[in-house]
Structure formats: C-alpha cells, structure tokens
C-alpha cells in the first residue's frame, strides 16, 4: 500500500498490507479521515491518512487489529461518512452474497449485523440458482436506508439496523439469473433529498439488460 502526494509525486508513506482486493477508500468516520483497505482474504483496516508522524514513511494504522469477516469481499465495501444513522459505517459484500455492517469505534473495528437476501447468511460462495445480494449497497443518509442489488432483477431495500424491508423490480427473474448491479442515488429536481435511484440489470436469456431510475 503506498501513499503519493498527488501534486508532486512524492512517496508519503507505504506499508506491506497484504493482498489487497479494493481500491483504498478514503471517508470521515466522525473520528477524522480515514484510509479503508480491504484485504483479498477478507480482512479491512482503517489508517491514518497522513501516516505517522512519529515514524515519517510509514503506515499508521488506526485500529488495534484488523476486521476479519468469514467470507473474502466480492466488492468494494461502502465506507457511509455522511451525517445520519450510518455515519461511520462501513457496508461489506462477501462472494456469499452476505452483507455486514462494520463500524468504526475509532481505535477499533466491530462488525455489527449480517444479513443475506434469502435470510440465512451463507456459510460459502453462492451456489448457482441461490438468491443473494450483488454489486455495492449504497446509503440514504438522512433515513439511513440501505439499497442493494440482488441477482433476481430486484433492488433490496434495508434498514440501518440490517432489516430486509421491499424490493424495487428492475428486470425480475424467478431463476436468480439476472445481476442487479450497484444503484447510485439520485432525487428529482426540487427535492429537498434523496427521492430516486439509478439502476442496471443485466438481461434474460441474452435479452438486453436494463437502466432504470425508480422512486425510493
């Protein structure tokens, strides 16, 4: 993991942080900036930003011990920094198609909830005709609703706390054979918050997929 000063190309710091499977993320978690890493095998890890002051070059990470989840990630985790129920938050995908909930305490980590499209969370990768989520969850922040791709055609949404409430139809599948893939939020001129969602589903049977803004 290395750290360049984006104007003059400078190496700030870098540690050895293993296998890592996502882009590093930077967030407010209300404690201060943050640097999320997530790891191939499944583990993440808050930093400093800026490094260690005490050490100049190197990582300082901000967490006591990593976060393992039992499952590796499939994607990018959300990392919520915006004020409302979420904020300081990080949302996870594992290959299970199991969503969790980590938030940062600030010297440490915790996972708070699992929860998967079917009910029960997966022990393994998601079988094939299995229900599960897909894609990256994304936040309403002032509600602190949670929306997420599943991979029959549909939108999931969840509370802060984890609980499946409806689902939105995007390209509906009883196979689970049709990815529904990261929604991105967006509200209708006038609106004084976040009122709709963006989403893209693939096809049916080779069928063209679809790109569907639906109100929320």
């Known amino acids: 993991l290395w750290a360049?000063?984006?104007?003059?190309?400078?190496?700030?710091?870098?540690?050895?942080?293993?296998?890592?499977?996502?882009?590093?993320?930077?967030?407010?978690?209300?404690?201060?900036?943050?640097l999320y890493v997530?790891?191939?095998?499944?583990?993440?890890?808050?930093?400093?930003?800026?490094?260690?002051?005490?050490?100049?070059g190197r990582a300082k990470p901000l967490w006591s011990t990593f976060i393992q989840l039992p499952l590796p990630f499939?994607?990018?985790?959300?990392?919520?920094?915006?004020?409302?129920?979420?904020?300081?938050?990080?949302l996870a995908m594992d290959i299970g198609g199991n969503l969790r909930a980590i938030r940062d305490?600030?010297?440490?980590?915790?996972?708070?909830?699992?929860?998967?499209?079917g009910g029960a969370v997966s022990a393994g990768a998601c079988p094939a005709g299995a229900l599960c989520f897909r894609g990256v969850p994304v936040v309403s922040p002032t509600s602190g609703?949670?929306?997420?791709?599943?991979?029959?055609?549909?939108?999931?949404?969840?509370?802060?706390?984890?609980t499946r409430e409806g689902v939105i139809d995007v390209n509906p599948s009883g196979s689970n054979n049709v990815d529904v893939f990261d929604p991105?939020?967006?509200?209708?001129?006038?609106a004084e918050d976040i009122d709709r969602l963006v989403v893209v589903a693939a096809g049916i049977a080779g069928a063209n997929g679809k790109v569907t803004r639906v109100s929320v």
């Open 74 to 90: 499939a994607r990018s985790p959300w990392a919520e920094f915006r004020d409302g129920p979420l904020q300081g938050t990080l």
């Open 184 to 190: 991105s939020l967006d509200l209708e001129a006038g």
């Open 145 to 162: 609703k949670i929306y997420l791709g599943r991979n029959d055609g549909r939108v999931q949404q969840l509370t802060a706390t984890g």
């Open 105 to 117: 305490l600030g010297t440490d980590g915790a996972i708070l909830w699992a929860t998967a499209a």
């Open 4 to 34: 360049i000063n984006s104007l003059s190309g400078a190496l700030k710091w870098s540690t050895k942080a293993g296998s890592i499977t996502n882009r590093p993320i930077l967030a407010n978690s209300g404690s201060g900036p943050r």
């Open 38 to 56: 997530a790891g191939f095998n499944g583990v993440i890890m808050a930093y400093d930003p800026a490094g260690d002051p005490l050490n100049p």
